[in-house]
Antibody, heavy 121, light 110 residues
Framework: EVQLVQSGAEVKKPRESLKISCKGSGYSFSTYYIAWVRQMPGKGLEWMGIIYPGDSDTRYNPSFQGQVTISADTSISTAYLQWSSLQASDTAVYYC??????????????WGPGTLVTVSS | QSALTQPASVSGSPGQSITLSCTGTSRDIGAYNYVSWYQHQPGKAPKLMIFDVSKRPSGISDRFSGSKSGTSASLTISGLQAEDEANYYCASITSSNTFVFGGGTKVNVL
């Protein structure tokens, strides 16, 4: 079955670091982009950035550049989203998503279930 | 990058047709035929409803159709059903080689 499986919910304190994951299965992980999408409480979807696991080419939404790091490990078919110092405003659900076609990043037809990140002192 | 502009909500009765609008710029919707639409229901992952302006993924009802004119795009839902109640987001590739969503439209089925 083609799917994206995300790591579980996290509760962290401000200034702590965090790395969440998204594991792809049932397809050639290296040839499909993986994007990260944020949904803050009561708000809409925001595209954070994208990585092509095959060569680690990464692009960021300017609003998130420098705030998070996107990476991937093709040996275990897993993409990551990480923070070095969390803030309360990072509280959100984070989705990973995959395009419907290899080498494409124009639309996303496969989504993970989301990871809830709660940052609170 | 600025989010695409969508109305906050649209309402309709069962069986009616409704159209959701999405306004962008010459740097996103106007530049490419890569508009997509997503249905997002509470507690679920977003679901792709339309890609490449007007194409439907396998399994998506033909009650959903998409179009584009200039820097604006539209999603039409025909024969509105209670199960269509959700938030709908438009999206597009941008000339900066990034991706942008709209603010979302809440569809209410009366």
């Amino acid at each position: 079955e083609v799917q994206l499986v995300q790591s579980g919910a996290e509760v962290k304190k401000p200034r702590e670091s965090l790395k969440i994951s998204c594991k792809g299965s049932g397809y050639s992980f290296s040839t499909y982009y993986i994007a990260w999408v944020r949904q803050m409480p009561g708000k809409g979807l925001e595209w954070m950035g994208i990585i092509y696991p095959g060569d680690s080419d990464t692009r960021y939404n300017p609003s998130f550049q420098g705030q998070v790091t996107i990476s991937a490990d093709t040996s275990i078919s897993t993409a990551y989203l990480q923070w070095s110092s969390l803030q309360a405003s990072d509280t959100a659900v984070y989705y990973c998503a995959r395009p419907g076609r290899p080498y494409s990043s124009s639309s996303f037809d496969l989504w993970g279930p989301g990871t809830l990140v709660t940052v609170s002192s | 990058q600025s989010a695409l502009t969508q109305p906050a909500s649209v309402s309709g009765s069962p069986g009616q047709s409704i159209t959701l609008s999405c306004t962008g710029t010459s740097r996103d919707i106007g530049a490419y035929n890569y508009v997509s639409w997503y249905q997002h229901q509470p507690g679920k992952a977003p679901k792709l409803m339309i890609f490449d302006v007007s194409k439907r993924p396998s399994g998506i009802s033909d009650r959903f159709s998409g179009s584009k004119s200039g820097t604006s795009a539209s999603l039409t839902i025909s024969g509105l059903q209670a199960e269509d109640e959700a938030n709908y987001y438009c999206a597009s590739i941008t000339s900066s080689n990034t991706f942008v969503f709209g603010g979302g439209t809440k569809v209410n089925v009366l």
